[in-house]
């Protein structure tokens, strides 16, 4: 990809970096105090929730232990395969934890179906998810996150963390993908 068609590829900021900040700020809050006093594990799904769980677990202020799951639903480009295969899995003993997974958006809902319905036979304490987007419009399986930071309506995403084709991941801000050049 040139420079110049990475530029036209961002359509536009959608959430800014500060907004962000603000919000991911409430949603530490929020734990901490809710959590304090219990064993935590904050598992977070990469590759794209890598920069929510780096952002959020700072401002986190009570112990809390982290650890990160690969799971892969989209091949490449904005169109979902809808098969979810995970590719590293968490080593911890769960039964001894209050899980929080830690995810960057939600879209059809299949990856998360699939991840939570597999932690859940390992026995946690107690099982919540914490996603950065929501795009309920977009739902073909029953999912709700326990917290969500932003909903979006049906249009494609990069940016903090979220990638097209593997590019944008690095940007502090989301932004709306231009697939039309
Ligand atoms: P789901 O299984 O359809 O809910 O999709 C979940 C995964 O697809 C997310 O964790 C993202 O990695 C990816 N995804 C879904 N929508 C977008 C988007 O708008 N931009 C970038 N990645 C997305
Ligand atoms: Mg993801």
Known sequence: MTFEEYKRRIKRVVITEDEIK???????KKISDSYDGRPILLVSILNGAFVFMADLCREITVPCEL?????KSYF???ESSGKVTVTMDVSQDL?????IIVEDIIDTGRTLKVICDMLKERNPLSLKVITLLDKPERRLV????DMSLFTIPDYFVIGYGLDCAEYFRNLPYIA???PNL
């Open 22 to 28: 603000q919000a991911i700020k409430e949603a530490g």
């Open 67 to 71: 650890a990160f799951m690969c799971a």
């Open 76 to 78: 490449a480009g904005t």
């Open 95 to 99: 039964s001894k934890y209050h899980v």
């Open 142 to 145: 029953d999912f709700k996150a």
């Open 176 to 178: 709306e993908y231009e």
